[in-house]
Nanobody, 124 residues
Framework: QVQLVESGGGLVQAGGSLRLSCAASGRAFSSYAMGWFRQAPGKEREFVAAISWSGGSTYYAHSVKGRFTISRHNAKNTMYLQMNSLKPEDTAVYYC?????????????????WGQGTQVTVSS
């Protein structure tokens, strides 16, 4: 079993930056892949980025590629999402998730555990 806790969300102006963190506990952090998803009001949860257990492979949604960077520090049991050049359309609740099977997946149903989410609001 894994417990995930996100932090780092907040209110930022368009063009600004935020760094989200996801702290994990339970099963050995370096043994599974991780991902970030987001959900805006009235919309479905969508994939943002994913990273393999080693950090050697990363995957991004087209809408965030070049602006967001996913990373992980296995010794600290923490994953990050650096978000730059933020846009109002990035406003959503951001969730981190753990994937025990794949090396990084675009699909929410591949993930086994989820955090509670952190709100990111980008003002125009």
């Amino acid at each position: 079993q894994v417990q995930l806790v996100e932090s780092g969300g907040g209110l930022v102006q368009a063009g600004g930056s935020l760094r989200l963190s996801c702290a994990a506990s339970g099963r050995a952090f370096s043994s599974y892949a991780m991902g970030w998803f987001r959900q805006a009001p009235g919309k479905e949860r969508e994939f943002v980025a994913a990273i393999s257990w080693s950090g050697g492979s990363t995957y991004y949604a087209h809408s965030v590629k070049g602006r967001f960077t996913i990373s992980r520090h296995n010794a600290k049991n923490t994953m990050y999402l650096q978000m730059n050049s933020l846009k109002p359309e990035d406003t959503a609740v951001y969730y981190c998730a753990a994937d025990f099977v794949n090396s990084g997946s675009y699909y929410h149903y591949d993930y086994d555990y989820w955090g509670q989410g952190t709100q990111v609001t980008v003002s125009s």
